[in-house]
């Protein structure tokens, strides 16, 4: 990230630590939510200490509004520096405020409508390092995660959600061009998905699954290495 002076409070330089939970007016948002989060109380001394934070969480609306937190302020940022808006500090924590129709659990539709119902949630979460030549790469091993995942938890029938049309369309059709250079990781999906009495992958938009779209954006940028020569790239964006 640039050294550029922090477009929220104009006090600092801009980075990651800065943006996410330094700067004073980041700092008013963690402390607005209903748990009153006090930074100056909490130990992230560096962006990794915040990841370890936050995966180690056992409040699952915590963990969303966390997530929710770091998008919008990375989101208005942008926005801030690109298309020249002001910001309002209630105005962004009102857009912070958990969208729970993203994560709200999927009901059997064999539940008669008169009946009472009570939804799982599956506490089981699983953590991969690794490292990657490409995101298609990265993206295709979370799936081979999940898929072993599945395995071992002795599931006959699974549905693994992804932004990456590219992927969801080739799982499909059972076809990976060997020139995208991760066709055995694609392969070893395949063979998996023998072990299952059906298995579906669907493409989910990033707009409509904004929660692992930022976590993803986090990893990508916390966890990132590049060998290579160097040249003028991209930023990371989600």
């Given amino acids: 990230m640039d050294t550029r002076d922090c477009v929220f409070c104009h006090e600092a330089s801009e980075t990651i630590d ?10 008013a948002l963690w ?5 009153g989060i006090r930074v100056d109380c909490m130990q992230w001394r560096t962006i990794k200490d915040f990841g370890r934070w936050w995966t180690k969480l056992q409040d699952r609306e915590l963990q969303l509004f966390a997530a929710y937190l770091c998008e919008k302020v990375w989101w208005w940022r942008n926005r801030v520096n690109f298309v020249g808006v002001s910001c309002d500090l209630n105005v962004i924590f009102e857009e912070v405020c958990p969208r729970y129709g993203e994560m709200e659990p999927k009901l059997s539709q064999s539940i008669q409508s008169q ?5 799982c949630f599956d506490s089981t979460t699983s953590n991969l390092t690794d490292h990657v030549s ?11 995660m999940a898929l072993g995942l599945a395995k071992k938890r002795g599931f006959l029938k699974i549905l693994i959600q992804t932004n990456s049309k590219l992927e969801a369309q080739a799982l499909t059709e059972g076809s990976y061009p060997l020139a995208w250079g991760t066709y055995p990781v694609f392969h070893a999906c395949l063979k998996l998905c023998e072990c299952f009495e059906s298995v579906k992958f669907l493409h989910i938009s990033r707009v409509n699954n904004r929660v692992a779209d930022a976590l ?5 940028c916390s966890k990132a290495h ?3 020569c160097l040249r003028d790239v991209a930023p990371f964006a989600s």
């Fill in 18 to 27: 800065h943006l996410f939970y330094q700067c004073n007016f980041t700092r």
């Fill in 31 to 35: 402390f607005k939510s209903r748990w």
């Fill in 115 to 119: 009946s009472l119902a009570q939804p």
């Fill in 134 to 144: 490409s995101v298609l790469e990265g993206e295709m091993l979370a799936i081979l």
């Fill in 216 to 220: 993803a954006v986090w990893a990508r």
């Fill in 226 to 228: 590049v060998e290579g």
